[in-house]
């Protein structure tokens, strides 16, 4: 078990930035890669963002490319998303995941751990 808890969710205006935090309580947390993804109200769980597990590469869904930026911290056992240019289409509940394959994560399939998920809306 990689346990997750976000953090940083909140209300925002179209324009603004927000960065959410995603801790891991696991020893452990450097060797997975990691990831979030997003569900809007009435929408599937659909990929942002994923980092591999050393930090030299990262991936973006076309929606999120050049606003939003993933990053990690290995001694801190943290990953961040730094959103900048926030749209009303960026509000959903983010979630924070954790593989041992970056692809894992970019193909959405067989993700096993999850956390909980941060609120993020963003106002007109």
């Known amino acids: 078990q990689v346990p997750l808890v976000e953090s940083g969710g909140g209300l925002v205006q179209a324009g603004d930035s927000l960065r959410l935090s995603c801790a891991a309580s696991?020893?452990?947390?450097?060797?997975?890669?990691m990831g979030w993804f997003r569900q809007a109200p009435g929408k599937a769980r659909e990929f942002a963002t994923a980092?591999?597990?050393?930090?030299?590469?990262?991936y973006y869904a076309d929606s999120v490319k050049g606003r939003f930026t993933i990053s990690r911290d290995n001694a801190k056992n943290t990953v961040y998303l730094q959103m900048n240019s926030l749209k009303p289409e960026d509000t959903a509940v983010y979630y924070c995941a954790a593989a041992s394959s970056v692809r894992e994560i970019t193909d959405y399939y067989g993700v096993p751990y999850w956390g909980k998920g941060t609120l993020v809306t963003v106002s007109s």
């Open positions: 696991e020893r452990t947390f450097s060797r997975y890669a």
């Open positions: 980092i591999t597990w050393s930090g030299g590469s990262t």
